[in-house]
């Protein structure tokens, strides 16, 4: 999820639009919620069908999409109705929280606690995301150079390049390190903004070549499991929350709209556009490559030149992205430290502070190498705060004492409960299969070296 509303030079409140047609806002719009929904979280969609089944994975991809919709337009009701109440233009997802939670008297006292929660959420969530941008890299980067000797130029053979064993893709992860620091110095990033471009067209691209080569080699006849073992549907559930996980952006994108009356119609022309893309490359993608599905559908992509140019270009995407995603964190912790110290400590003290979290992130990345339970753990843990848990409850704070029915309580009951659920199977889940795949590992080693 890409958090450019957080951005200064874009924030909403900062913006007057004048005589910009509806239109083109309507499609900026439009545009900016697609990128805030696709991410590397859609890249692992197939592998999460695979652990659902080819029958209950799609639809379960289809509630948990109309589910994330209904939240979504959940948030932005609750955000108006408060704004309205306290005359206010605009409100942060903490601030609609904080505010909704002053509407319980039980509540009151610790309503600043909401703001604080959703905030640590979103720093959980975008420091997640850095840690998956870490070992996808290291993972699609150790694959290119370990099948270069053996990559052609015929993309139509079944023949596998043979593998160069080289370092362990933990080692790659050091590598790209320096790199990913000297990005995130770049503290503004409008300086980003031509690469961000160039990044979101490589990406798109990728996925263009990605849904041509699943879609010209689905093999038949389709002998796969219609229904996954249950035990392996929380690590679905993280997965599948991680890549829906784009609440964030709503708030934003209604505030900046023109005629903010008409962003229920962008909500759902562009999350239904993310649900479709997200059901048909999830199950074309698992349809094609079977039981053998990796972590991110790149690492399945054959060792020709053009599809090997394809985890570099989006490997590259990524790399960009991580800025932005590690923006939000950025903004929400430097200031506080910065405005401690002197003038003269204010920048070494804010290069500090990105330098740490980086190497935060990288250290998590080196102790979790598995890109699907990385993926898996992150949704578990904060995406089904933000977009399950948390908008269900805001709506019954909000409204409470306003004729709210007892059908919508208890709707957003089982809502918030399906989240909580969710949180805690996927969170238990993951963790167990992070400690099962780690002591494996251990163990082939020891028997090697033996």
Not at 49 to 64: E, R, T, W, Y
Not at 159 to 175: G, H, I, K, N, Q
């Amino acid at each position: 999820m890409d958090h450019f509303y957080l951005f200064p030079e874009q924030d909403p409140r900062k913006h007057s639009y004048g005589a910009d047609s509806c239109l083109y806002r309507f499609f900026q719009t439009l545009i900016h919620l697609l990128k805030g929904n696709i991410g590397t979280g859609l890249l692992g969609l197939p592998l999460a069908v695979k652990n659902a089944g080819l029958l209950i994975g799609p639809l379960s991809l289809l509630v948990m999409g109309i589910v994330a919709i209904h939240c979504m337009n959940i948030l932005v009701k609750c955000s108006h109705h408060l704004s309205t109440k306290l005359g206010k233009p605009y409100l942060t997802y903490g601030e609609a929280v904080e505010y909704g939670m002053e509407n319980v008297p039980c509540l009151q006292r610790h309503s600043v606690w909401g703001r604080h929660v959703v905030n640590l959420f979103l720093i959980i969530t975008q420091l997640g995301f850095c840690c998956v941008y870490f070992v996808f890299l290291s993972e699609n980067i150790k694959q290119v150079i370990e099948a270069a000797n053996g990559t052609t130029l015929n993309c139509n053979t079944n023949e596998t390049a043979e593998m160069v064993p080289s370092y362990d893709s933990r080692l790659y992860m050091l590598f790209i390190l320096p790199f990913i620091i000297a990005l995130v110095f770049t503290r503004s990033l409008k300086w980003l903004t031509p690469f961000s471009l160039f990044a979101n067209l490589v990406m798109c691209a990728s996925l263009v070549l990605i849904y041509y080569y699943c879609l010209t080699h689905i093999p038949f006849p389709i002998d796969l499991p219609k229904v996954g073992r249950a035990v392996d549907y929380p690590l679905f559930f993280g997965t599948a929350i991680f890549a829906f996980e784009g609440i964030g952006v709503v708030l934003p994108l209604e505030n900046k709209m023109q005629k903010p009356q008409n962003f229920p119609m962008v909500l759902y022309l562009g999350m239904g556009i993310v649900t479709l893309l997200y059901i048909s490359l999830g199950t074309i993608g698992y349809i094609c490559f079977g039981m053998h599905i990796g972590g991110s559908i790149t690492l399945n992509l054959p060792d020709c030149w053009m599809y090997q140019s394809v985890k570099l270009l989006y490997s590259f995407g990524i790399y960009i992205t991580y800025a932005l995603q590690f923006y939000v964190p950025a903004e929400i912790l430097i200031p506080p430290a910065v405005s401690r110290v002197g003038a003269r400590w204010e920048l070494p003290v804010d290069l500090s502070i990105r330098t740490g979290l980086v190497l935060f992130t990288c250290v998590l990345a080196i102790l979790i190498p598995e890109l699907d339970l990385v993926i898996s753990l992150v949704g578990s843990i904060s995406s089904s705060a933000l977009a399950l848990i948390i908008p269900p409850l805001l709506q019954i704070f909000t409204f409470h004492t306003e004729g709210l029915s007892g059908w919508v309580v208890l709707k957003n009951l089982v809502i918030s409960v399906f989240g909580l659920v969710g949180f805690v199977a996927g969170t238990y889940i993951s963790i167990v299969e992070i400690i099962s795949r780690s002591h494996s590992k251990h163990v082939d080693s020891y028997l090697q070296f033996m």
